[in-house]
């Protein structure tokens, strides 16, 4: 297994492909051993993708916390620096793109071409769903809000036509969440980085964003709100904003949505 040192940490990471070199920084809760995943899409065929575990995640260290969204930044620069890549492209989703929004304002030197998918810059731009708030609500009671939130056409109407569908959501998000159960750090990892999301705000600084950057939104993502998106990009001076049809998952949902953004990185 591909473990590389990153100042405290020492962080698990994939790579898989050929190409320019892209990489992927994932949302809450990502682990690569959950499949599919970033390396099964048709990403890696046009890219050398490199996936990471984030700091108390996976299979990366989980050292205590506090953990910052600069943190979070120092992490990816230090792991382009251990594999010596110099200049990538990057794509960030969720919680990754707030990770890649203070990448690109701490190394932008580092970053050739930007993609933010269904994420916020906080503040004033609009914060993402407070996803910490969850976590003492009765498990059926999160599952029914979480999928809701994850694509707003999901009302107790729809779910109430669709059991079948529900019960496959529910058991594919429960098998992914059992995945590493057996270490009692996984907790504890998990929380410090909604604490860290809960504080991320880089909207006053969006402007100092040069680099192009693509946004990509789910029209009925109420995670990542489009409006939201909308008000990065009328602050960012290089970015182009594209509407998906999905929600938070659109980069499963829309078929398109991975070609298109392959296609904008290619240029």
Same mark, same amino acid.
């Given at each position: 297994?591909?473990?590389? @040192? =990153?100042? /405290?940490?020492?962080?698990?990471?994939?790579?898989?492909?050929?190409?320019?070199?892209?990489?992927?920084?994932?949302?809450?809760? *990502?682990?690569?051993?959950? @499949?599919?995943?970033?390396?099964? !899409? /048709?990403?890696? !065929?046009?890219?050398?993708? =490199?996936?990471?575990?984030?700091?108390?995640?996976?299979?990366?260290?989980? /050292?205590?916390? #506090?953990? !910052?969204?600069?943190?979070?930044?120092?992490?990816?620069?230090?792991?382009?620096?251990?594999?010596?890549?110099?200049?990538?492209?990057?794509?960030?989703?969720?919680?990754?793109?707030?990770?890649?929004?203070?990448?690109?304002?701490?190394?932008?030197?580092? =970053?050739?071409?930007?993609?933010?998918?269904?994420?916020?810059?906080?503040?004033?731009?609009?914060?993402?769903?407070?996803?910490?708030?969850?976590?003492?609500?009765?498990?059926?009671?999160?599952?029914?809000?979480? %999928?809701?939130?994850?694509?707003?056409?999901?009302?107790?109407?729809?779910?109430?036509?669709?059991?079948?569908?529900?019960?496959?959501?529910? +058991? +594919?998000?429960?098998?992914?969440?059992?995945?590493?159960?057996?270490?009692?750090?996984?907790?504890?990892?998990?929380?410090? +980085? %909604?604490?860290?999301?809960?504080?991320?705000? !880089?909207?006053?600084? %969006?402007?100092?964003?040069?680099? #192009?950057?693509?946004?990509?939104? *789910?029209?009925?993502?109420?995670?990542?709100? %489009?409006?939201?998106?909308?008000?990065?990009?009328?602050?960012?001076?290089?970015?182009?904003? @594209?509407?998906?049809?999905?929600?938070?998952?659109?980069?499963?949902?829309?078929?398109?949505?991975?070609?298109?953004?392959?296609?904008?990185?290619?240029?």
């Amino acid at each position: 297994m591909p473990f590389v @040192r =990153v100042g /405290p940490l020492d962080v698990y990471y994939e790579r898989f492909g050929t190409g320019p070199p892209l990489l992927f920084i994932s949302g809450t809760g *990502g682990d690569l051993r959950v @499949r599919p995943g970033v390396l099964d !899409t /048709p990403l890696a !065929t046009d890219f050398e993708v =490199v996936a990471y575990d984030q700091r108390g995640l996976g299979r990366t260290s989980k /050292p205590d916390g #506090p953990y !910052t969204m600069r943190d979070y930044a120092n992490d990816a620069r230090g792991l382009l620096d251990a594999l010596d890549l110099s200049r990538v492209n990057v794509i960030g989703v969720s919680f990754g793109g707030m990770v890649a929004q203070e990448l690109a304002l701490l190394a932008p030197d580092r =970053v050739s071409r930007l993609v933010l998918c269904c994420t916020s810059a906080g503040g004033r731009g609009g914060a993402s769903y407070p996803l910490h708030e969850l976590a003492s609500l009765p498990p059926e009671e999160r599952a029914a809000i979480s %999928l809701q939130l994850g694509d707003n056409r999901r009302t107790p109407a729809w779910r109430a036509a669709n059991p079948e569908l529900v019960a496959k959501i529910e +058991q +594919q998000a429960a098998a992914a969440a059992a995945i590493g159960s057996d270490d009692p750090a996984k907790g504890r990892g998990a929380a410090l +980085q %909604l604490a860290a999301r809960a504080g991320h705000d !880089t909207f006053e600084r %969006l402007d100092g964003i040069r680099i #192009p950057t693509l946004l990509c939104a *789910g029209r009925y993502d109420d995670i990542a709100p %489009l409006a939201n998106m909308e008000a990065m990009a009328g602050r960012m001076p290089n970015a182009t904003l @594209r509407v998906f049809d999905g929600g938070h998952l659109f980069l499963v949902q829309d078929r398109t949505a991975n070609a298109m953004i392959a296609a904008w990185l290619r240029r």
